[in-house]
């Protein structure tokens, strides 16, 4: 596929007995910050360290940067990755631990080390050790370190893990940058899913080792809309309005609130027509729910199914 970064086609992973990933295809597309979301032993770990080449592909293919089987390392020397907890030499500090990579990379410009130090907000940290970090200070040291030789694709298991509040924020505007600015494209886990949500621009869904939902931003966004809630002075009245009008799913919750279900509901519509009527309009607002509602009503719908 044009554009595609890299493509999954059937993979399949066993441990023994256990079936880790089940004919698992996606397709990630140059831009795409991609969310792969699932519970623990999911298989979203796995997938990262068969793409990254750290686990043997045994059944099925991928294709990385246009490269399959043949030239598969040379795609690899052009991306980044954070894989479980971000490798570090201890006794070594900031800039010699990312020194080392800019060697193993053949990245020779002093100056991109300083740039990756300052571009995860370590350079107050760059003459301090490695096993002196914080937690957080590792995973920025982890991001350093992947993004440093300027990868056209970056995967991230899990990075936010151990970050705090401000960390997560400066975190998600790093992805931004990275994304927008260097034109990034990003795989990325993480079991917080209102930061992935906040971040993502396409979602993969997986579930047992199988790709049970993909989905797009947009997509998940207008499925996810609860309609609209109004606020009034009489409800009554307003419902008997909006029901004159052909409005379909409407819910009277008590005297003052009702609520609009779906994405068609046109707010500016519902308040023209309320307002003309003669009832006072207090709010109106878009109801939406979470991807945490969007997950467990999709995983709610699959024990359904089986
Ligand atoms: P988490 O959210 O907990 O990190 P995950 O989605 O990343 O979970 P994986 O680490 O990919 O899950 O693990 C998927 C399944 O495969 C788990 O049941 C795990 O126990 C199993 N597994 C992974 N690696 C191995 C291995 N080397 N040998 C045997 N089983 C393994």
Redesign the pocket.
């Known amino acids: 596929m044009e554009n595609a970064v890299l493509t999954i086609q059937d993979v399949s992973k066993r441990?023994?007995h256990?079936q880790?990933l089940d004919h698992v295809s996606l397709t990630i597309r140059r831009g795409d910050v991609y969310a792969l979301v699932?519970e623990?032993?999911?298989?979203?770990?796995?997938l990262m360290r068969m793409i990254t080449g750290l686990s043997p592909i045994s059944q099925g293919a991928i294709v990385l940067l246009g490269e399959n089987a043949r030239h598969y390392q040379m795609a690899l020397s052009r991306i980044g990755a954070v894989i479980e907890t971000p490798a570090a030499f201890d006794k070594l500090t900031v800039a010699q631990n990312l020194r080392l990579t800019a060697i193993q990379h053949g990245v020779t410009r002093d100056a991109d080390i300083e740039d990756a130090i300052g571009f995860v907000g370590l350079t107050a940290k760059r003459d301090v050790k490695a096993k002196n970090l914080s937690l957080g200070q590792r995973q920025r040291l982890g991001l350093a370190t992947a993004i440093l030789a300027h990868p056209d694709f970056l995967i991230l298991d899990?990075p936010i893990n151990g970050l705090d509040p401000t960390g997560i924020v400066e975190f998600r505007e790093l992805l931004h940058r990275l994304n927008v600015e260097k034109q990034t494209t990003i795989l990325i886990s993480s079991?917080i899913l209102s930061e992935l949500y906040q971040v993502a621009t396409r979602f993969g869904f997986?579930h047992h080792g199988t790709i049970i939902k993909e989905v797009t931003r947009a997509a998940l966004d207008a499925e996810n809309s609860g309609g609209l809630q109004v606020t009034v002075d009489d409800a009554a009245k307003a419902a008997q309005v909006l029901d004159a009008a052909g409005l379909k799913g409407l819910h009277v919750s008590d005297d003052q609130h009702l609520t609009l279900a779906g994405a068609a509901a046109d707010s500016a519509a519902v308040n023209r027509l309320l307002v003309q009527a003669g009832v006072a309009v207090v709010g109106i607002r878009v109801r939406t729910t979470s991807l945490e509602d969007y997950y467990t009503r999709l995983l709610a719908s699959k024990e359904d199914a089986q």
């Open positions: 441990f023994g256990y880790a699932g623990n032993g999911a298989g979203k770990t796995t899990e079991h997986l």
